[in-house]
């Protein structure tokens, strides 16, 4: 099949509605402008700059307003004035409004704290108003384990930021008290506006403006007006967007087979969760939709993110090469840890081929729904079969239990001579999880089930009348999932779990792991406690067997290096999972591990899992070559992308970004002008 391919850039931001947005901040132009070239994603690593800290409280001193303090006048409009004594307002009321109006400019929430009244008439002469994060947690014995608590964090840190007011003889309400400091980051989830609340109580299909001219048919390849729309809606994400990526693969007629699209939040996505990737084709439970083909994983809150896309009408293994070699292309020819497909022969050749170094397995819940098919007698004439059969390939924890337990099961249904699970069995390692322990791939045991795409699609009511309605419509579900991450990260910043045990390795894992990953985490250290342990050897390495107390039918064996200080169990669960298991820590409170070993936090399921610069590969590209004119265009893009989401944050963090954006081009356009004297490039 002739390859023709087309790269093209869109960072698939949402234009702001009318009337909800704050003024922009014009950036003054620095003489000539830059001249940039097309980008091809040809890119090798990524720079991506870490996150800028939010504000922090310093002593948490506060003011007390001398004798004959400032006098200031009730009326206080100015959208940046800033709390301070002697201020005076009407009611207090109205300086809560306006101490209100401060917090949501700089980043913060507030709340009511103390009054005080007369001792004459009762009346109310001092309200004080307080960081919503001041005070600490109540303590409720929570190692307490026989109660049963709800794990709610909580968001009080000891802030010390407060506005006091009190009443003066003249009836005014003056402000006798300030701290402006706090001992947090600051940043608050953003309120969506009416509109958008508006927004919000239609149906998916309603947000969207469908041109009256728009042909319903929904495939690809010969007919030309639907591929033909599609292809000029990726080059108008390509004009309005340089970071926007599509290719597209046509067949001996010329015809458009297949085409892929990533934008540049796929791109930077797989810069900080690429480890472990599923290419998801569930969507072709829908016979009325092309094919979707969808690179898929899992952020640090274990939500479903997206690393490309993909309508595909031929698949064959030439045409999953073709997809494979081009999203590897784009994600600057970083491989995976791991791979998850689904049960296709073609598309596991072509993994084989493209990616044959990395773990490749086939998707046991693709399998479990072919064996609905393959196994319809079986299951009707044995109800139990099926759970059975579910529980020896998820649950087994070792390649000698999974085998005992099938042949176990082959035995007692007499399914020996089937010949639908004699294949299953002969490719046991491409399939079962048990023969992949030792590799990563970001499953975490007693999880919900992840989303697929046919899910994703019935839960956005994703319609199929034309292929570009369809991306329309993707495009505006990703948008809602990005928000649903900034909300977790805005929970998992502003929230403290609460500790269920005594132990300083909980309290290490709460301040670096985000909620969702803790609260595995807490519950493998809660279930410690459930295990006996004996050393039965000694020296350098010291081997512990694990069991737990009810059940001495399962053993797990722990290895500690004290001097390399190192530890791993049988169960595999940290190399498979990415976080310890209860049996490394029952054994670490007899060694007296009281931190974390350097090595054993995995990156990716910590809060700062987007925060990391690397600058492994800035000397791989010859600065004289245009691959990396095109490389280091590329690159500034996603910069700017993480610049953007940081920037954002408050209008206060915005006016500092702009700020820093017209210094930033001061210094570029200044290096340009110099360096174009002797002709560097």
């Known amino acids: 099949m002739e390859n023709i391919t087309t790269l093209t850039p869109s960072m698939g931001f949402d ?44 002593d948490g001193r506060e003011l007390v307003p001398a004798a004959g303090g400032l006098e200031a006048s009730a009326g206080h409009s100015g959208d940046s004035e800033e709390p301070r004594l002697g201020m005076e307002f009407d009611s207090p009321d109205a300086a809560r409004a306006f101490f209100s109006a401060y917090a949501e400019r700089v980043g913060f929430r507030i709340r009511n704290s103390k009054s005080f009244t007369s001792r004459v008439d009762d009346t109310v002469i001092m309200r004080r108003f307080v960081c919503s994060k001041q005070g600490r947690p109540t303590k409720k014995d929570p190692f307490d384990l026989t109660k049963k608590r709800r794990n709610r964090a909580s968001s009080r840190e000891g802030c010390k930021s407060m506005l006091q007011v009190n009443r003066r003889e003249n009836g005014m309400w003056a402000v006798s008290r300030c701290v402006l400091e706090h001992c947090h980051p600051l940043g608050i989830a953003p309120k969506p506006s009416p509109a958008a609340q508006k927004k919000l109580t239609k149906k998916p299909w309603e947000l969207l403006v469908t041109p009256p001219a728009e042909t319903q048919q929904s495939g690809l390849g010969p007919g030309g007006g639907v591929a033909q729309s599609l292809l000029e809606y990726f080059k108008r994400m390509q004009a309005d967007n340089p970071a926007f990526f599509y290719a597209v693969q046509v067949d001996q007629n010329n015809c458009v087979a297949n085409v892929f699209w990533a934008d540049a939040r796929a791109r930077m996505a797989y810069s900080y969760f690429g480890d472990a990737i599923m290419v998801d084709m569930t969507c072709k439970k829908n016979k009325r939709v092309v094919p979707f083909i969808a690179f898929t994983g899992v952020n640090h809150h274990r939500q479903l993110i997206v690393f490309g896309c993909a309508f595909m009408t031929d698949e064959s293994e030439a045409s999953f090469t073709w997809l494979f070699e081009t999203w590897l292309a784009l994600m600057s020819g970083r491989r995976p840890v791991s791979l998850i497909t689904a049960y296709n022969d073609a598309m596991g050749a ?10 490749h397995r086939f998707c046991k819940r693709d399998i479990f729904h072919k064996c609905k098919e393959k196994l319809s007698n079986v299951y009707l004439a044995h109800p139990s079969f099926k759970a059975e059969f579910k529980k020896c390939v998820s649950d087994s924890e070792s390649i000698g239990e999974f085998e005992s337990c099938w042949k176990l099961i082959m035995d007692q249904y007499n399914l020996k001579e089937n010949m639908w699970l004699q294949s299953l069995y002969d490719m046991r390692q491409k399939w079962v999880p048990v023969y992949a322990r030792s590799t990563f791939f970001a499953e975490l045991s007693g999880a919900p089930k992840l989303e697929t795409m046919h899910k994703f699609f019935q839960r956005h009511s994703i319609t199929t009348t034309s292929l570009r309605d369809l991306v329309t419509q993707f495009d505006k579900a990703m948008a809602g999932q990005y928000e649903k991450e900034i909300q977790a990260d805005f929970a998992t ?112 399921w910590t809060r700062n899992a987007k925060s990391n610069l690397s600058y492994d590969h800035c000397g791989v590209l010859q600065t004289s070559c245009h691959k990396a004119v095109t490389w280091r265009c590329n690159d500034l893009c996603r910069d700017a992308i993480r610049f953007a989401e940081e920037g954002a944050t408050s209008a206060m963090i915005y006016k500092v970004a702009k700020g820093a954006l017209q210094k930033a081009f001061a210094e570029v356009f200044a290096a340009k002008r110099g360096s174009s004297f002797n002709g560097t490039r």
């Not at 620095?30 to 890119?43: D, I, K, L, T």
């Not at 072509?350 to 773990?359: I, K």
């Open 350 to 359: 072509a993994t084989s081929n493209v990616l044959p170094n990395v773990q």
């Open 493 to 604: 910043i502003h929230n403290r779990p609460v500790l269920k045990t005594p132990s300083p390795l909980e309290k290490q894992a709460s301040e670096i792991y985000t909620k969702t990953i803790f609260d595995f985490l807490q519950e493998e250290l809660v279930e410690s406690s459930g295990f006996l342990m004996e050393k039965i050897e000694d020296g350098v390495v010291r081997k512990f067997r694990v069991i737990k107390i009810n059940d001495a039918s399962k053993v797990y064996m722990v290895n500690y290096n004290a001097s390399e200080k190192s530890i791993c169990c049988s169960c595999c669960k940290f190399e498979f999972s990415g976080i310890l298991c209860r049996h490394v820590f029952r054994v670490s409170i007899v060694v007296g591990i009281l931190a974390f070993p350097e090595g054993y936090i995995l990156r990716r």
């Open 15 to 58: 234009s702001p509605h009318e009337g909800e947005m704050e003024p922009l901040i014009p950036i003054q132009p620095q003489g000539e402008a830059m001249a940039v070239e097309s980008m091809v994603p040809n890119s090798g690593a990524m720079l991506l700059p870490a996150p800028p800290e939010g504000p922090t409280g310093g």
